[in-house]
């Protein structure tokens, strides 16, 4: 049974107050003596070549301190293929991808220079459609994509628009469909949308005489920032300084470098003077990052009894004009992509594919929400097939602890068979038929989707505490706070796992020179990594503290315990306590360490240990993660068949969290998911046309407001499979809290119109088509 | 540009300035007075993270110049508190968990308080309605919309008790 102070208590955030006043400086508001203002121009075509960049006009501004083009700053960038450079050079690949910069004493004066360039580009034909990209005589968007440097697990196909092939291959595919007493076939496609956090992305930058280079930026992961600009620029990773002020939301959008690079280029052309580069929101939607667009073909094998025998996919990922962490994207979903349910033979092909369109990157669950729409549609479409219930089919297929992975891994702490029920449950699935109409003539439609992921692995983090003489802990670690409550949940495992109050411990800005390594601030990874660092460091302290007591009491280091709750006892050589004690928070009353030796805890953790690099074929292996993440949703919704809107009507998220350390931020995390997942199902849509972006504002592109989020979210935060190697068995929530929300939506829509929704978003023309088809039919 | 001189007052202190008659309430706020509490989210009257209280309505000051605003009493999220003492909304967004990244939750403050003000204790399905134009990407809105729910139903029982 739990006996915890802190963990497992619904605490409050601590940077609320500066948030609720207008007092939290975000990076937009910092504001440094001599800063100058940025302006990019952008090319206003999808792909071309440039003939000529004539920058005379701008020099020509009143007020204009630098102008820089691609030639001036060569540099490439990319996590996976260094296939891009910080400004277009010989050719643009995107609408919207910068070509000149400009630095200006008032951002005025910048936009008006930028008016002022010239650019002269000869239009090539745009690849629109990630189909047609990958067929033989398509044009390419990169000519010679296997010539730029990558990493050796992405495999770039030479003179195609394929950035990567992923391969899975797990049992014998075909003999799976050979025992197969039915097969569904089907395709499914994801429209590219945007993370559209409230903050747009921006960076301020400053170049010492030194050469040393600062910069403020709303970063997710600065380390990676940091490292990619170090081999970029070819400059130490310690002349590299990143700070990251509060974040104003990021989902994946603010993971990869967008204005820093900007804002360093025209940085080196001030003579010291700073330089703030912000994004539009037309710039952000723009040159920002997307959540690719995908197309899935889908082919799963059943049993009549339901049992899945082999399941086969060809993907292909519409990542953009510029590969970032595309190819992860790619691998994750396929990894993933039969669902959490035991299936012997499988085979999956994932294509990353160049288009002539917005960059591709993370998004809240790296492909996984997609794929969970994907695999979810076929388990309707199997239970269809079979006459079985929905819920049925998915039950007598669920992974369990001992169920075997894609990867062919044995899997533990697998919850989603509680969670699949409690989502059921939740919705009254067994009270109600899966659709029919209301009185009002509504069609109702009730739904399941449910998902895994994994996180990234190997992967690294630590932790320092510096404890202070009066009792207090300051906190310092490099997991960036993009509203997701990382500031919160590490004080509260300091504060258990010290005995000191919560009130009594802060935390420190992310700051690359200032605060400990750190690998990223994706993946829903903090609780589970920074949580085992700060419980590491804090035993660090513990260490010392009790040394230094010892050294008071005038005993034997090892005669000092430190029992739970903050006491420490001074105990003989026989382990029985003396009667001397004392407590945490009143050491420096009882002068027991004011004036020691500076107590400064230090804690890490990697998991490089426990991963067993996959077969690049196959990608079979026997662990390939620290953790993986399971959930489930239901979803109730009402379709009017005279506009074709679909309400939401209810929403129950069961999630396989392991221990809610901070319960009030799990339901935070969820509600937000849910909602996020609901925009992504029903709204959300990047529209291009022969590469142009159609719909690049806040007007066109949709996202959910309190009017489209009137919903019942029902949540279940499930702790029957605690993660042995997880802070108090904790599991990760961010990006599941909206992974099975569209597949649970569309699985919903699905059972309404008894059609299968082979598009998300779903529009209400899509619809509605299917209303009319449904009524000629029952004519 | 242009410029012209507007008095105003904000916060309840009065300003004297000389501004570009192109220069936005939002700007002006923010680059001329330092004013940094409301945000610009899209600068096209969309996302309402720029919202301020002019004459005590509502205003996506990204849409509204600061030539317009001359005579006019502003409130902005820094003015709210009374010294140390939050207003009930705001202690209201601490309390509920309404607040996650933060970026859009000034001009969702100050948007609950013009509601709470102009309606008094409107049902959740109004305030739904009334907050509309004020996005957030991170809180699926439900804490908010409760949270200034809560808070206008406390708001009345104590008038009420006066």
């Known amino acids: 049974m739990d006996n915890y102070n802190v963990i497992g208590k619904p605490e409050l955030r601590k940077d609320s107050r500066d948030k609720v006043t207008g007092a939290t400086q975000y990076c937009c508001d910092i504001t440094l003596t001599g800063m100058l203002h940025g302006a990019v121009y952008r090319s206003k075509v999808p792909h071309g070549k440039i003939q000529s960049v004539d920058v005379s006009g701008a020099w020509e501004v009143e007020g204009v301190r630098a102008v820089v083009t691609g030639k001036d700053v060569p540099y490439r960038i990319g996590r996976s293929i260094q296939d891009q450079t910080f400004l277009a050079i010989d050719k643009v690949r995107y609408q919207g991808e910068p070509i000149v910069l400009v630095a200006a004493d008032t951002l005025e004066q910048a936009y008006e220079a930028v008016r002022k360039v010239k650019v002269d580009i000869e239009q090539l034909p745009a690849v629109n459609d990630v189909l047609e990209a990958v067929e033989e005589n398509s044009p390419l968007v990169h000519e010679k994509l296997e010539e730029y440097p990558h990493i050796p697990t992405v495999r770039p196909v030479n003179g195609t628009n394929i950035y990567d092939h992923f391969t899975l291959r797990k049992g014998d595919v075909e003999k799976g469909f050979a025992e197969a007493d039915v097969i569904v076939e089907n395709e499914y496609e994801c429209a590219i949308l945007h993370h559209a956090a409230i903050e747009n992305h921006m960076a301020t930058a400053k170049v010492d005489a030194s050469g040393k280079i600062t910069v403020w930026s709303p970063a997710q992961s600065p380390f990676y920032i940091r490292g990619e600009l170090s081999r970029a620029l070819g400059i130490p990773e310690n002349k590299i300084r990143i700070i990251v002020p509060p974040i104003g939301g990021g989902f994946g959008g603010k993971l990869e470098p967008r204005a820093e690079q900007l804002a360093i280029a025209l940085a080196m052309h001030t003579k010291g003077r700073p330089v703030k580069v912000m994004f539009s929101r037309e710039e952000d939607f723009l040159a920002g990052t997307v959540r690719a667009g995908v197309h899935f073909k889908m082919k799963t094998g059943a049993k009549k009894d339901g049992t899945i025998v082999a399941f086969e996919s060809t993907n292909y990922w519409d990542s953009g004009a510029y590969s970032t962490i595309s190819p992860t994207v790619t691998l994750k979903a396929n990894v993933i992509l039969a669902g959490p349910y035991e299936v012997k033979n499988i085979k999956t092909d994932g294509y990353c594919v160049a288009t002539n369109k917005q960059l591709g990157t993370a998004q809240r669950g790296f492909g996984v929400a997609e794929a969970s729409y994907a695999h979810e549609q076929q388990m309707d479409a199997l239970a269809k097939a079979l006459g079985m219930d929905p819920l049925e089919i998915r039950m007598k297929n669920i992974m369990v602890d001992g169920s075997k992975a894609s990867t062919g891994e044995t899997l533990f702490s697998v919850g989603v068979k509680e969670c699949l029920q409690e989502a059921a449950d939740g919705i009254g699935w067994k009270d109600h038929p899966i659709s029919w109409i209301t009185k009002e003539g509504k069609i109702r439609g009730r739904g399941l989707g449910t998902f895994m992921k994994f996180t990234g692995t190997p992967s690294y983090t630590s932790v320092t505490i510096k404890f202070n003489f009066d009792g207090t802990a300051i906190v310092s670690y490099s997991t960036t706070e993009l509203g997701q409550g990382v500031g919160i949940v590490i004080p509260q495992i300091v504060s258990e796992e010290l005995g000191i109050p919560l009130e009594n411990i802060s935390t420190v800005q992310v700051d690359t020179e200032n605060t400990p390594l750190d690998k990223t601030t994706t993946s829903s990874r903090a609780t589970f990594h920074l949580g085992n660092a700060a419980i590491k460091a804090s035993a660090d302290v513990k260490r010392q503290i009790c040394k230094w007591v010892a050294f008071k009491w005038n005993t034997e280091e090892n005669l000092v315990k430190f029992e739970k709750g903050g006491i420490l006892v001074e105990v003989d050589a026989e382990g029985t306590p003396t009667g001397r004690t004392a407590r945490m928070d009143q050491l420096d009353e009882n002068s027991l360490i004011r004036n020691g030796e500076p107590i400064l805890g230090y804690g890490s953790y990697e998991t490089t240990n426990i991963w067993h690099k996959p077969d690049l074929e196959t990608y079979q292996t026997e662990r390939l993660t620290a953790m993986w993440f399971f959930g489930a949703n239901a979803a109730e919704v009402e379709i009017d068949p005279d506009t074709g809107k679909t309400k939401v009507i209810k929403v129950v998220a069961a999630h396989d969290i392991g221990k809610a350390l901070n319960p009030l931020g799990c339901l935070q995390q969820v509600e937000g998911g849910v909602v996020m997942g609901i925009g992504n199902t029903l709204l959300e849509e990047f529209i291009h046309r022969d590469g142009y972006l159609m719909n690049g504002n806040m007007v066109d592109f949709k996202i959910p407001t309190s009017m489209d989020t009137d919903v019942e979210i029902e949540m279940r935060l499930v702790e029957s499979s605690p993660h042995p190697e997880g802070p108090y068995g904790a599991k990760g929530i961010g990006e599941p809290a909206m992974c099975a929300t569209q597949s649970a939506v569309a699985s919903a829509v699905e059972h309404a119109l008894g059609v299968p929704v082979t598009h998300v978003p779903i529009k209400p023309e899509t619809i509605l088509e299917a209303c009319r088809k449904r009524m000629e039919e029952s004519k | ?162």
């Open chain 2, 1 to 162: 540009m242009y410029k012209k001189e507007i008095s105003l007052t904000i916060n309840n202190e009065s300003y004297v300035r000389e501004v570009a008659v192109n220069r936005t309430l939002l700007e002006f706020l923010r680059e001329d007075l330092g004013l940094t509490g409301a945000k610009e989210g899209c600068n096209e009257g969309e996302c309402g993270a720029c919202t301020v209280l002019v004459d005590g309505k509502p205003v996506n000051s990204c849409l509204m110049l600061a030539v317009e605003a001359d005579g006019s009493t502003i409130l902005t999220i820094e003015g709210l508190a009374d010294g140390d003492k939050l207003h009930p909304l705001q202690q209201a967004f601490i309390d509920e968990g309404a607040v996650q990244c933060g970026f859009c939750t000034p001009g969702m403050i100050m948007t609950g308080k013009a509601i709470i003000d102009e309606y008094g204790n409107p049902s959740e399905q109004e305030i739904r309605k009334l907050m509309e134009g004020n996005l957030c990407r991170c809180t699926g809105y439900t804490r908010v919309i409760k949270t200034v729910k809560k808070t206008a139903d406390s708001m009345v029982e104590n008038s009420d008790k006066k």
